[in-house]
């Protein structure tokens, strides 16, 4: 096959051709979820950015649709959201037909008498999506600032009073900005949040919502999402997230670690992290839930090495969704993900392993797969590893190894195939990741050309891009140092 249709995914999000980026726009309306995002209509590497635009029943089987909003000569449009505006506050709309509307970043081009600027603008929809017009006010928030974007936008329920909140970067500051309006269309500036934690790179993409503490709706904490490029923990793009309080008027972190500017890395691994791989970046979340679920997107890649990934006519993928929970973890909150959608085809070949022992070595599974979802529970014991082999062949594979020394999970992808398009390509990934009860429980998503793995019920996830060949689809599990105990394997095929 073509490296177009050998890493294609089977339950992934990609444009059928040419590039994207960032999710962006991610809103759910009368039973369709709608994924803009960064697009290129013109070819697989960046520029001409335009949003895409796909949309599902389930947030898995998604259909792409024409480009929503395509750049002109005068602006580029670049990333942001969308909200359902109900009331029709904007007037953008009527009461009878409320407009959806984007907020989007206009990059201007050297045609435009902004050149040089980023500026937030709106677009709406008023077909629940199909077709887009720009509003002619645009832009509605200017700060005469050449690095101001990616606006994301919700209501803010207050009890007394109630807006719309736009959270924002000034990525070269390494900052959030906050602004609120009754209209979408007028801007009135609340705060400003930053630099804190991870620092190493532009703040990019932010993200601002509530959520509960395992469950409790009395006791709830505000998550700010801020990717950063480069400075990510794996190296290169990442998201790093803060939880703590929003009034209304100001985010105040309760987890902030470093702050300033100054920051050596050292304490990188202390920070809030959504993904600990190389490739889960610009994730932000979707509005208009019907029923408060909090659920995100990731774009499926690195800036370190974006345009050189060897996938033909299409570029880049979509993460699974995830939907994002908040959890008690030893006197911290901390995030907790899980991927939604995939739970197998219906025709699925499946395999399935009860307890056994695991004798020290590597253990072939007769289970093959390019695609599949593959839970696995340990208790290692007195082993020094264990793991699992995935996309296994002659010509490479993918380790997924626990140390339990170490306390540390590992992703290995410096031989899972096509590793050589790129310097910064091969790596390896590491989180730390206690046992519970003695146990590590993984849950991975494999597909075509990406790995995504969920320990311990999603406190800590690894994503990453691998490009193996078409017979790597072999799979094993393994201990070292002494025996480990399996207490369950369960693989669903694709
Ligand atoms: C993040 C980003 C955004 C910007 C967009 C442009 O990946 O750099 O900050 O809006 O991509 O495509």
Redesign the pocket.
């Known amino acids: 096959a073509s490296l177009t249709d050998q890493f294609r995914p089977a339950f992934h999000y990609t444009a059928e051709r040419n590039w994207l ?2 999710p962006n726009g991610l809103v759910y309306l009368n039973g369709t979820y709608h994924l803009f995002y ?1 697009h290129n209509p013109f070819g697989a590497d ?1 520029g001409n ?1 335009s949003w895409g635009h796909a949309t599902s029943p389930d947030l898995l089987h998604w259909e792409e649709q024409p480009v929503a909003i395509p750049c002109d000569e005068q602006e580029a449009i ?2 942001g959201s969308a909200v359902f505006d109900e009331h029709n506050t904007s007037g953008l709309g009527t009461a009878a037909n409320p407009p959806l509307v984007a907020i989007y ?1 206009s ?1 201007y081009s050297h045609a435009s008498p902004l050149a040089g600027r980023q500026a937030q603008s709106l677009a709406y929809s008023l077909d629940e999506g199909r077709t887009w017009t720009k509003h002619q006010g645009n832009p509605v928030l200017d700060r005469a600032s050449a690095d101001f ?2 606006p994301k936008v919700f209501w803010y329920d207050g009890g007394g009073e109630s807006y719309w909140v736009m959270v924002a ?1 000034e ?1 070269v500051q390494r900052q959030v900005v906050l602004y609120r309006s009754a209209d979408l269309k007028s801007w009135e500036y609340l705060s400003t949040f930053g630099p804190a934690n991870a620092t190493g790179g ?1 703040w ?2 932010p993200d601002l919502f509530e959520l509960p503490v395992d469950g409790n709706p009395r006791d709830t904490r505000w998550v700010l999402v801020v ?1 950063i ?1 480069p400075g990510g923990i794996a190296g290169g ?1 990442a998201g790093q997230y803060f939880v703590g309080e929003f009034d209304g008027v100001a985010f105040r972190s309760g987890s902030t670690v470093t702050e300033g500017l100054q920051e050596d890395g050292s304490r990188m691994r202390e920070y809030g992290w959504l993904d600990w791989g190389r490739d889960y ?2 994730a932000v979340s979707f509005s208009n839930m019907p029923d408060g679920r909090r659920i995100m997107i990731g ?1 499926m890649n690195n ?1 370190d090495y974006a345009g050189s990934t060897p996938t033909g006519e299409w570029r880049s993928a979509m993460s699974l969704p995830r939907e994002v929970t908040l959890t008690r973890l030893d006197g911290r909150v901390v995030l907790r993900q899980e991927a939604i959608g995939y739970s197998g085809e219906p025709d699925a070949q499946g395999f399935r392993l009860g307890p056994r022992a695991v004798p020290p070595g590597v253990v072939e599974l007769p289970a093959s797969a390019a695609a599949a979802r593959i839970d696995a529970e340990f208790h290692p014991g007195s082993a020094t590893a264990v793991g699992l082999v995935l996309h296994a062949g002659d010509a490479g594979r993918t380790v997924l190894t626990y140390d339990t020394r170490q306390g540390v999970l590992r992703l290995d992808r410096r031989e899972s195939g096509m590793t050589g398009f790129h310097e910064a390509f091969p790596s390896v990934e590491a989180v730390a990741v206690p046992l519970q009860d003695g146990r590590l429980r993984l849950r991975v998503y494999l597909d075509r050309c990406s790995v995504e793995v969920f320990a311990q019920d999603g406190l800590a996830t690894i994503t990453d891009l691998v490009f193996p060949t078409e017979a790597s689809t072999g799979m094993a599990i393994f201990a070292e140092g002494e025996g480990a105990q399996l207490v369950a394997l369960d693989v669903v095929g694709h």
Do not use: K, L
Request: overall charge negative.
């Open positions: 980026n960032d960064q960046w950015m670049f990333s970043t990059a974007r990616d970067v990525a532009v990019e993409c990717n490029n793009s970046y610009a774009w800036w």
